[in-house]
């Protein structure tokens, strides 16, 4: 299939008109990758699917609300946009202003964003400003500037960025065939997505589109879990550099989506993202980032409490159940060579070699 981005795809439900010119890179048409060993480690009813958003243009989920936000941006006139980022919206706002041919500032906290992130944003041409503090600072700050001047914000706060996500859901369905899984889990940060993903499914239901809607279930690290102990987390600390976030600013809607699906927004530690996170790459091969993993985290954890236990499925006799995998694991590579096993150094030599796979013994040769 020919992909031509979210909006041309799901144009009846995006706020554009004949007149606007579409800024995209195609994003959007992602994998739903079947997840048979990771079910079968998990519980012996779950039937996991991945929502591989990895494969998005810039590499993460923000691609979805980017591709509406500047081209909203551009239509409304601005020549500048402006983000706070945890880095995977500094990276996919640098890549769509660049095409739209308009400035770009990021605000991003020093030292707290993950290698490639990075990396796109300056390659992009965006202005990459680090400030002394978190992404609830940056948030804070970016706002207020795009308050007071000529700029526009690009943030999830922008109601075109939840426009362009909710097509995550829509493909979700699509793939199922008019059927919405059990179960949708999704790492939470600043909130916007799980927004987003809601919206998508009840307007996909009230159009028709679907059946049923899914129960959501949202994941933050336990460092960074606002929602989840019922205040804003003054100084968040996660591994998953990604949900960083003490005050998400979608923390109500994130509440509405929970309550009104009949689902759960819990929390796991960074030893059960990272175990989520090797996981994912040792028994599935899909190479997400720690993040992203907070979704599998999630999933486990709650199957461990016997949570799924007495769940009836609406379409199989399988309880099935989508992980958005938010963003792809080469965006981090520190975190990536920091959990795996060190590669070895050896002689050049055939014995070498031998000994160093493990074919040096007679029963393996
Ligand atoms: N996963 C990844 C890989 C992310 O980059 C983010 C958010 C999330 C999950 C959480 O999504 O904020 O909508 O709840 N990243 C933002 C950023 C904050 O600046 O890139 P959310």
Redesign the pocket.
Same mark, same amino acid.
């Given at each position: 299939m020919l992909r031509h981005g979210v909006i041309h795809r799901y144009r009846k439900f995006m706020p554009v008109s004949e007149a606007t010119r579409v800024i995209t890179l195609n994003e959007g048409s992602t994998p739903m990758v079947p997840a048979y060993n990771l079910s079968a480690l998990i519980h012996p009813r779950l039937e996991i699917w991945l929502k591989y958003e990895g494969l998005n243009p810039t590499g993460?989920f923000?691609d979805r609300g980017m591709t509406v936000a500047i081209t909203k941006a551009v239509e409304e006139g601005f020549q500048a946009v402006c983000c706070?980022? &945890?880095? +995977? &919206?500094?990276a996919s706002a640098a890549a769509y202003a660049a095409r739209a041919g308009i400035k770009c500032a990021v605000l991003i906290p020093e030292g707290k964003i993950a290698l490639g992130k990075l990396s796109q944003a300056m390659i992009h041409g965006a202005r990459v400003i680090q400030i002394k503090g978190n992404?609830d600072d940056a948030l804070r700050l970016v706002r207020d500037v795009a308050e007071k001047y000529p700029i526009a914000l690009v943030n999830?706060v922008n109601p075109y960025r939840i426009e362009g996500q909710k097509s995550g859901a829509f493909e979700i369905v699509d793939d199922f065939q008019g059927v919405a899984p059990d179960f949708q889990a999704m790492?939470?940060? +600043?909130?916007? +997505?799980?927004t987003a993903y809601w919206k998508g499914y009840k307007e996909y239901k009230a159009a028709g589109m679907a059946e049923n809607l899914p129960r959501m279930l949202g994941f933050q690290a336990a460092g960074a879990a606002p929602i989840v102990l019922g205040h804003p987390v003054e100084n968040p600390q996660t591994f998953a550099t990604?949900?960083r976030?003490g005050n998400?600013a979608s923390w109500k809607s994130a509440e509405t989506a929970r309550d009104e699906s009949g689902g759960v927004i819990g929390m796991v530690t960074d030893h059960q993202i990272r175990e989520a996170y090797e996981l994912l790459a040792r028994s599935e091969g899909v190479f997400a980032?720690p993040?992203?993993a907070a979704s599998v985290a999630g999933v486990v954890k709650l199957a461990e409490s016997g949570f799924f236990d007495d769940v009836r499925p609406i379409a199989s006799d399988h309880i099935r159940l989508v992980c958005i995998l &938010?963003?792809h694991g080469l965006k981090d590579p520190d975190s990536a060579i920091r959990v795996a096993e060190e590669p070895i150094t050896i002689e050049a030599r055939e014995e070498d070699v031998l000994d160093a796979i493990g074919l040096a013994e007679p029963a393996l040769a």
């Open positions: 993460s923000k706070a980022s &945890t880095g +995977n &919206t500094s992404f999830s790492p939470v940060g +600043n909130a916007g +997505n799980i990604a949900i976030i998400p980032e993040a992203s &938010t963003g």
